[in-house]
């Protein structure tokens, strides 16, 4: 099969080789961290030891978003004293390290061995691990963790956002997904609000992708016709006869109009800090100018401490006026909270609005 790619990971003797697809790592060798042990301990030479690495940087290669890869960096206490590593921090989750203690002596040597986990990541990934000593001379060191990755299956767009379709039309966008395997397929795909989408899968067979020959399926997303005016979000659960990704999901966004339109389209909070008060104000119209009852207007977080209030803004209640008023009362640095809108309007009695900012603790 096409493009598949091994990754090895032999330790041995003192020796460390990586190899993905052909690419070879730097190797590690102990020579390169002399000086020996001393033969006798020198008096006051307490911080006086020194981490040395053979290599601060790792490169995996090519490698697969389902494989972790294991690396080790060889490491010499080549200080007078004794060395204890204190702490060892990571730049993300994906790349975990270990060692098998914490104290060295002078001429000692050891490994930090590495873990890194590619799923969720694409393309050139570089992370870094500190290592901090009790060591005057190097108190901390840092170290560098390279690969490329390529999913095992890749689905381009994740999410599809629609231009705005009026009522009673209809509009169709696409996700690809692409394989590795010689008879990848998309199997199934299904969507979260059948109501209001419609869904197809087509096999397209093998096609060229970035420079690589893979097998793409599409997944077409309808609005349907009759899709009532609202903003709506759903989610795609796609189904693969790839078992290494065998389910993964798509979002797809649409936004539906009919008669009643908010001015604007949404609710921005922007920057603000715990004990800001604001107030907001939009309107909910009808645009062929029929006049309308506005029920309810209602919303839930516990970032906000608020009070919501509406009243027609014209006599012919063709124009609502709706106002929040409130203070902060918790952090939300990703505060997105949806406005739900109730009306006598028929097949627009339930509308939602969005309404999001960055709420910090100070």
Known sequence: MRNKMKSVLTLSAGLLAISTSGV??????????????????????????ALVFSSKTQDAGEIFDQEDVKLSYLFRNTGSGPLTITQVKTSCGCTVPELSKKTYMPGESGTLDVTFDPK??????????????DSESTPSETLIVRAFVKPIVVLDPKIIPFEAVQKGSSATKEFKVYGRTDDFKVTRATVAKPNIFDIEVEDKGEVEYKGETLRMSVIRVTVKEGASPDNHRADVTIRTNDERRSIMSGTVIAR????????PVRVTMGRMVVGDTFEKVFH?????????????????????????TFEPANEEKTDWIVKIT???VAPAPRFNTPIRITTDVADEKELTMQMYGQLRAQ
């Open 24 to 49: 070879m790592a730097q190797a590690l060798d102990r020579k390169d961290l002399s000086p020996e042990t001393p033969a006798v301990m020198q008096p006051g030479v307490e911080n006086k030891g």
């Open 120 to 133: 969720g990541k694409h393309g050139m990934i570089a992370r870094n691990i500190t290592v901090f000593t």
């Open 256 to 263: 539906v109009l009919g008669d009643l339109a908010m001015d």
């Open 284 to 308: 909910v119209k009808s645009k062929s100018g029929t006049a309308f009852n506005l029920e309810s207007v209602a919303f839930n977080t516990i970032a906000l401490e608020s009070e919501t």
């Open 326 to 328: 409130g203070t902060v």
